[in-house]
């Protein structure tokens, strides 16, 4: 009855040792993996920004036709006049009425031009212009108007191409320098094939009241084109471990430490048992108890009394 109640005792004790026991791998192999693991869509920015040439500048030049879209960040501080036969102001004018990317005018154009890709890019997210840039003499109180235009090309054919016009009543709203102005094309779900390059064209239509000054390629003044890429974690290459494969598991993964070494034919003396006594180990004599001399003598004491 003993022996019962004390299993009885232990038993709530084992079953709770051992559902904290599950409980535990329950949080280390299926729980905490959620909060450890990176993020699988990790986002990275891709910029491409509005360089003059020479690259980085470093000196003021005339206007020139075609620009470059270039990967490297604006290091100059210094922003110089980039078209020194039309003004003496640093930066870049593009004069209004103009028309589209067919625009003859250089005037009233400005287009800027990227590297051939070596392979397909995709775009799948959201494709914007980021500008710096001011009414002329910095005029407050007036329309501005830029028509952008975007498209990938090899040159001789388009693989795509969107178009986007920013209008403000008030472009510089009370400031009396650059503004920074975001053009969006939207969500953009296209292709960049190898060969291709991408290519920017920048016009002043009428609907603006003046001329328009435009800054870029200097620390101060990053105007750029970027998108969000999220194909650099969320389709690993070959050669990449992906970042979700889980690093735990149930059973730990034995070490060189934790290897048992096979038993060799000569144990070494630390193994060695401690020897059991044989039948022939002499035994200890031990005194008699009083209670089995009781036993012994008592009915040979009684037995010798009723003889008598």
Known sequence: MYVKCNFHAIRPKSADRFRWTLLFLLLTTLILPIFSSPPLNAATTVSFYLQNVPSPPTTHTNAQAMLTLGVTVPSVGTLYNYDADRDSMPGLLIAKDGSDTNELDNTKVQ??????????????S??????WTSMVNFDAFKTG????????????????????????SNWQNGSATWVKKTINFGIINQPIPAGYRLKITLVVPDSSEDDMWFA?????????????????TSTPTPTET???????????TPTATDTPVPPTSTPTPTFTPRPTPTATSTATPTRP???GMERFYLPQIAGAGSKR
């Open 216 to 232: 870029y390629d200097t620390t101060a003044y990053p105007s750029r084109l970027y998108w969000t890429d999220f194909s650099a």
């Open 242 to 252: 992906p970042t979700f494969t889980p690093t735990w598991t149930v059973t730990p």
């Open 289 to 291: 108890s009083i209670e």
């Open 111 to 124: 287009r800027w031009q990227s590297a051939a890709f070596a392979q397909q890019t995709m775009i799948n």
């Open 126 to 131: 959201a494709l914007r212009l980021e500008l």
């Open 145 to 168: 108007s830029i028509r952008a235009y975007v498209e990938a090309t090899n040159g001789t054919n388009s693989m795509w191409s969107f178009s986007q016009t920013l209008a403000e």
